[in-house]
């Protein structure tokens, strides 16, 4: 069994239903769900505000690669296209595997390209920390210490006061 931290966020069509499209295709897996941000686009600031949030998922019979498959068919099926001269560029659905644990709580790391856990620059966006907060208080980034701290200090402090929370916006079934 693992358990992951995912990071969700659209910024092209309906964003609040591609963030729900992907808490869906999640199912059963899915433990909890943050509240909704909304951000300004970070690493090419020529698009339109993200909506972003945070997913604790777990299940006894996947992996890390299994995380990311489940991540990769979520944004494909909100027909996501990626553009390699704009890697920052605006998407319909970015899904992100964040940190993966074992078991017995012990994280998973990893260095290879297609899947680095902890994700190499989680610990330098504030739209991945403070939503991950909601679901996970007292977490901990694996490798870089505790998520309250990270997104306490600078320059993060000052990126997360940009953090536009949406309380109108919920992900979770209304049922």
């Known amino acids: 069994m693992t358990r992951a931290v995912l990071s969700i966020g659209s910024n092209l069509g309906d964003r609040l239903a591609h963030l729900r ?12 769900v943050s509240g909704v941000y909304e951000t300004a686009p970070w690493g090419d600031a020529d698009q339109p505000a993200y909506l972003n949030a945070a997913l604790m998922v777990a299940d006894p019979a996947a992996g890390p690669r299994d995380w990311l498959a489940r991540a990769h068919a979520a944004e494909a099926a909100a ?10 560029g605006p998407r319909t659905l970015d ?18 390209p297609e899947l680095t856990l902890p994700h190499p620059r989680a610990q330098l966006r504030a739209f991945v920390l403070r939503p991950w907060i909601d ?9 870089h210490g505790w998520l309250t701290d990270l997104l306490n200090a600078e320059p993060l402090a000052a990126d997360a006061l940009e953090l536009g929370p949406r309380p109108n916006l919920r992900l979770e079934s209304d049922a």
Do not use: C, K, N
């Open 21 to 32: 499209a992907a808490v869906a295709s999640f199912g059963d897996a899915v433990l909890m």
């Open 79 to 88: 027909g996501r296209t990626r553009d390699p001269q704009r890697r920052y």
């Open 95 to 112: 899904v992100d595997v964040i940190a993966v644990w074992h078991e017995d709580g012990q994280p998973v790391l990893s260095d290879d």
């Open 135 to 143: 679901i996970e208080p007292h977490g901990r980034l694996p490798g």
